[in-house]
């Protein structure tokens, strides 16, 4: 479902001739594939590093920094978060979050638009 919203939302994008307003596709279409591709991917890290549906795995990274947010009270929420997504999922307002910001940060960091476009 999440694939067929973001290819409707591609044709449309590319529907509309935007090279005059200063977007380049090429640069869209990389921006918008890293938002994807990150949302896609950000459960796998997670669960890589040791937030899973079973609880936090000992002697894993996900261990040394549930300690660590536990002894300074530092990092609390973003572990908290990230036991979530492990155990639950990625929730829309997740997505959304990961793939905006990704996409985002690809899209400001690409400055081919300038030169090719």
């Known amino acids: 479902m999440a694939c067929t919203k973001v290819t409707l939302l591609l044709a449309i994008l590319l529907m509309f001739p935007m090279t ?3 977007i380049c596709f090429g640069d869209l279409f990389l921006a918008v594939t890293a938002g994807a591709a990150a949302v896609v ?23 040394a920094a549930m300690s660590t947010a536990a002894t300074t009270g530092y990092g609390m929420a973003a572990v ?3 036991q979530s997504i492990g155990a639950a999922g990625m929730a829309v307002s997740h997505m959304a ?21």
């Open 20 to 22: 005059s307003q200063g």
């Open 97 to 117: 979050v990961v793939g905006g910001a990704v996409a985002g940060t690809v899209y400001s960091a690409s400055e081919t638009c300038e030169r090719n476009c």
């Open 80 to 82: 908290s978060a990230f």
């Open 41 to 63: 991917l950000a459960p796998v890290a997670i669960a890589a590093v040791g937030f899973g549906a079973g609880g936090i795995a000992a002697g894993s990274v996900a261990a």
